[in-house]
Structure formats: C-alpha cells, structure tokens
C-alpha cells in the first residue's frame, strides 16, 4: 500500500515487485484502522483520493514510515547536515573534539547493518585511542 500514485523507488525494485504475482498494490491508500482479537485480522483501507473506506482481512503489516533522524538533542552542540544527519569525519568524530557517532544518524550514503557495525568498530577504536592520548 502506498499513499501516491506512483512509486520513488529504484527503478530496477520497482519492476521486480509488479512482476512477482505474489504482490498486489493498493495505491493513494493509507490504513485508517487496525483490528483483530488478540493479533491482527482486518484493516480498514481509505482512498487518499476518493475518501472511500474499503476493508480487508490481514495477519500482518510491514510499516515503512520514512526516514527522520533522531537528532534533535544534539542540534545546539553538534553539527548536523540540511537533513539533520550528523556530520562525521573519517575517524567518526563529530565537530565536538572527543565525541563519536556511528551507525544510521550519520550523515553517509549507505544505511546497512553491516555499515552500522562497522561504524561501531571504527569510533569505539577511535574513542579509544583519543582517551589514551
Ligand atoms: C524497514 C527497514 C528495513 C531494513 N532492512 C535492512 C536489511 O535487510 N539489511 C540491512 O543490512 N539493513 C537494513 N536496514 C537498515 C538497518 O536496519 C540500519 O542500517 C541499522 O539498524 C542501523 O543501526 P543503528 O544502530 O545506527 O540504528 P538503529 O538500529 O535505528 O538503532 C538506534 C537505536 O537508538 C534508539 N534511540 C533513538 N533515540 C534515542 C534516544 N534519544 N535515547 C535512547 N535511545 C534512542 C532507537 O530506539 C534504536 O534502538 C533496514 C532498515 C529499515 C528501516
């Protein structure tokens, strides 16, 4: 389900999912309520253009709600891009001398757990050394 009318996805992904006869798409709709006893069985689906209230059973959802970094506390002390991701440099150290970021509130091109953890390793390294000096 996705709320516009077409998708922002790579192009490649995109035909992927419209070819795989397992995935059906409900376009401009949005989940208005989520029902079920104990688990989930029925969601009720509106049509962001028409209005129209529709409903269908369902065990599970898979909701993807974008992407906002949770960067707000740090805002007055350190420095943030346009998107509000942190700026690093190469060692993972933020504008604050001695402070460290990893993972996906970096400001960086690829958002994996594999890079996340690798983050993690390089300033856990680097804190180190900068409190050995
Ligand atoms: C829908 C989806 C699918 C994905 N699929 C894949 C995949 O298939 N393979 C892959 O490699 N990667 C995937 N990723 C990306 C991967 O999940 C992330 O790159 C990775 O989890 C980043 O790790 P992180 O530790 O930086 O951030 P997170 O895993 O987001 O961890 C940040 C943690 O900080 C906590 N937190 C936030 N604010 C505060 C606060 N103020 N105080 C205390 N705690 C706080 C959060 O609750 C969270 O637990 C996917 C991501 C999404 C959203």
């Known amino acids: 389900m996705h709320q516009f009318d077409h998708f922002q996805a ?3 992904a995109i035909k992927e999912a419209q070819n795989n006869p397992k ?3 409900i376009m401009e709709s949005t989940i208005a309520e989520f ?3 104990g ?7 509106k049509n962001l253009k028409t209005g129209e209230i529709t409903e269908k059973k369902i065990d599970g959802v898979f909701i993807l709600i974008g992407y906002v970094p949770n960067t707000e506390i740090f805002k007055e002390i350190i420095k943030l891009n346009e998107r509000d991701e942190i700026i690093v440099n ?3 150290e933020t504008n604050l001398s001695g402070v460290f970021s990893a993972g996906d509130a ?3 091109k690829y958002r ?3 890079t996340a953890v690798a983050d993690g390793t390089i300033a856990a390294l680097n804190a180190m050394e900068y409190l050995h000096d």
């Open 10 to 12: 790579f192009e490649h």
């Open 23 to 25: 995935i059906d798409f």
């Open 35 to 37: 029902s079920g006893k």
């Open 39 to 45: 688990a989930l069985e029925d969601v009720k689906i």
């Open 90 to 92: 190469e060692n993972l």
């Open 106 to 108: 970096n400001a960086k």
């Open 112 to 114: 994996q757990i594999t």
